[in-house]
């Protein structure tokens, strides 16, 4: 089947099958910065936004994306390069490979949640399951990186 989607703000048509995941569609059509992990929803690593919304791509049939918009960690890229440099600073960024799935749940919590407290951030991060870390230091970076973005958009 055919659909209709702007991906990270361009236009694009893509040939899904009815039963394919966005996750698979997209890494076919080589949006392949969105990472493969669990297949059931319970790793994270393949958060996409799909219109602006937080969602986990690999629960989300393809077809339910026609004619709406996705942005991977690609076409946020600033933001995540930004995002990725508090993580590693704080130890955060281990192996990495939930890396893109996590920042696209900061950049949603970042939209969400003006003065997130702990447990906020905690709330946000966990439908992203990092095996190398305690969180400890993503909360460390997260902070960090909203507390610093907050002073330079009230200059």
Same mark, same amino acid.
């Given at each position: 089947m055919i659909i209709n989607v702007k991906i990270n703000g361009l236009k694009k048509t893509l040939d899904v099958e009815p039963d394919e995941y966005l996750v698979d569609a997209l890494r076919r059509y080589g949006y392949i910065s969105v990472r493969q992990g669990c297949d059931t929803g319970n790793c994270g690593v393949c958060t996409v936004h799909l219109d602006g919304k937080s969602v986990l791509s690999c629960i989300v049939l393809a077809a339910k994306a026609d004619g709406r918009e996705v942005t991977t960690i690609d076409g946020v890229k600033e933001d995540a390069e930004r995002v990725g440099r508090y993580l590693v600073e704080e130890g955060a960024e281990q192996c990495g490979y939930c890396s893109a799935g996590t920042i696209m749940s900061i950049l *949603?919590?970042?939209?969400?949640v003006e003065n997130p407290t702990d447990e906020d951030i905690l709330h946000y991060l966990a439908g992203?399951?990092?095996?190398?870390?305690? *969180?400890e230091g993503q909360v460390r970076a997260i902070k960090k990186y909203l507390e610093?973005?907050?002073n330079e958009d009230s200059k």
């Open positions: *949603y919590l970042e939209k969400c992203n399951l990092c095996r190398c870390t305690g *969180y610093a973005k907050k």
